[in-house]
């Protein structure tokens, strides 16, 4: 069965995410045939589709079966915090528009251990489906990540870590990244022998991206992903304006949809020429047609992945662009 896509947009949306993937986890959602293993190699995976779900749309890696028989070819689960968080109040995404979205969850999370209780028994009759787990900077770094990466290593493929959350306070500016992020790869490396690689915030400064690049490759890190969603303090990244959200009268949140490819097509362009063809790197933001994923993949995106599109078109989005890239890459 199709899930109703045009039925659940009828609820607010962080409604309709649950019912969504509530039907999933129940086994609801739409099947396809199995993939045969593909010639796209990432992080320690070879995925049947460089496709794969964004970090935020399965936090809890609830629906990770319904993923897979969907036809995508990786999650990035999470992102997960080592405790349990509520996030922001309600209402907390918002839909503008023409694909456009707007969410303020602030890291809403049951904590490391019951999502890696469920990694767990999706493992036990899936051992081969791409997983990468995306954890956050907590507090203490060494303190906090050490025990979720230890928890989640057996479970997963590689580690994510969203050093661009604009929705809790702390989230660190590109350029002061380094040293957390050599703790970071330390203690994933050292706890899980896992790769890490971090997700960026998006940025129209391509010499101030190369350098943060560098310098994070130098204390271990593995790749990029290239974008999170637009916070207010970068809405200069807006080509046409928003009406943002607000809470206490400041505007919130971080912006995700069309108005994003633009930006995470220039990234990815800049780091691959800057690094070349070895450095893994996800695409990500503004995907919400087949030209769309092949130009993050023209600009040398590895893999590319998909969140408010997959709200907004359903699987149909995913079976186009599954199979123009399929053809691309034949
Ligand atoms: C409701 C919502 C929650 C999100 N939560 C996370 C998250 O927990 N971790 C993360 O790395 N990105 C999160 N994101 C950002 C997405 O992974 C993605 O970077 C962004 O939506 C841009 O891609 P898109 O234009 O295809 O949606 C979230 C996005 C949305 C809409």
């Given at each position: 069965m199709n899930f109703p896509l045009k039925l659940l947009q009828a609820f607010d949306p962080e409604t309709s995410h649950t019912l969504a993937l509530k039907a999933l986890a129940l086994g609801l959602g739409p099947k396809r045939q199995h993939l045969p293993q593909g010639t796209t190699q990432l992080l320690g995976c070879n995925l049947p589709t460089p496709l794969g779900l964004a970090g935020g749309a399965d936090k809890t890696g609830a629906a990770l079966q319904a993923w897979a028989d969907m036809g995508l070819g990786f999650v990035e689960v999470g992102?997960?915090?080592?405790n349990a968080r509520e996030g922001n109040?309600?209402?907390?995404i918002w839909r503008l528009g023409n694909g456009e979205m707007v969410n303020?969850?602030?890291?809403?999370?049951?904590?490391v251990e019951v999502v890696a209780a469920n990694l767990q028994r999706f493992r036990q009759?899936?051992?081969?489906f791409c997983l990468g787990a995306s954890l956050a900077n907590p507090s203490k770094v060494k303190e906090g990540l050490t025990p979720s990466a230890e928890l989640l290593a057996p479970w997963v493929d590689f580690f994510t870590f969203n050093a661009s959350c604009p929705n809790v306070a702390g989230h660190q500016a590109h350029d002061a990244l380094a040293p957390i992020l050599q703790e970071v790869a330390e203690v994933i490396a050292g706890a899980a022998g896992k790769a890490v690689v971090v997700k960026l915030g998006p940025t129209d400064d391509p010499e101030a991206l190369k350098a943060t690049a560098d310098a994070l490759l130098k204390v271990g890190v593995a790749g990029f992903i290239c974008c999170n969603t637009i916070p207010p303090d970068k809405r200069?990244?807006?080509h046409t304006p928003i009406d943002w959200p607000e809470h206490d009268a400041k505007p919130v949140g971080g912006y995700s949809g069309p108005q994003l490819l633009p930006i995470s097509v220039a990234m990815i362009t800049t780091l691959r020429q800057h690094l070349g063809k070895d450095v893994p790197l996800i695409g990500v933001g503004g995907v919400q047609t087949p030209a769309d994923a092949k130009s993050l993949i023209w600009a040398g995106a590895n893999a590319i992945q998909l969140y408010a599109g997959l709200t907004r078109h359903g699987v149909k989005l995913l079976d186009d662009i599954r199979s123009e890239v399929a053809l691309m890459q034949a």
């Amino acid at each position: 069965m199709n899930f109703p896509l045009k039925l659940l947009q009828a609820f607010d949306p962080e409604t309709s995410h649950t019912l969504a993937l509530k039907a999933l986890a129940l086994g609801l959602g739409p099947k396809r045939q199995h993939l045969p293993q593909g010639t796209t190699q990432l992080l320690g995976c070879n995925l049947p589709t460089p496709l794969g779900l964004a970090g935020g749309a399965d936090k809890t890696g609830a629906a990770l079966q319904a993923w897979a028989d969907m036809g995508l070819g990786f999650v990035e689960v999470g992102t997960i915090t080592p405790n349990a968080r509520e996030g922001n109040p309600r209402p907390r995404i918002w839909r503008l528009g023409n694909g456009e979205m707007v969410n303020w969850m602030g890291l809403n999370s049951p904590g490391v251990e019951v999502v890696a209780a469920n990694l767990q028994r999706f493992r036990q009759h899936n051992a081969t489906f791409c997983l990468g787990a995306s954890l956050a900077n907590p507090s203490k770094v060494k303190e906090g990540l050490t025990p979720s990466a230890e928890l989640l290593a057996p479970w997963v493929d590689f580690f994510t870590f969203n050093a661009s959350c604009p929705n809790v306070a702390g989230h660190q500016a590109h350029d002061a990244l380094a040293p957390i992020l050599q703790e970071v790869a330390e203690v994933i490396a050292g706890a899980a022998g896992k790769a890490v690689v971090v997700k960026l915030g998006p940025t129209d400064d391509p010499e101030a991206l190369k350098a943060t690049a560098d310098a994070l490759l130098k204390v271990g890190v593995a790749g990029f992903i290239c974008c999170n969603t637009i916070p207010p303090d970068k809405r200069h990244l807006l080509h046409t304006p928003i009406d943002w959200p607000e809470h206490d009268a400041k505007p919130v949140g971080g912006y995700s949809g069309p108005q994003l490819l633009p930006i995470s097509v220039a990234m990815i362009t800049t780091l691959r020429q800057h690094l070349g063809k070895d450095v893994p790197l996800i695409g990500v933001g503004g995907v919400q047609t087949p030209a769309d994923a092949k130009s993050l993949i023209w600009a040398g995106a590895n893999a590319i992945q998909l969140y408010a599109g997959l709200t907004r078109h359903g699987v149909k989005l995913l079976d186009d662009i599954r199979s123009e890239v399929a053809l691309m890459q034949a």
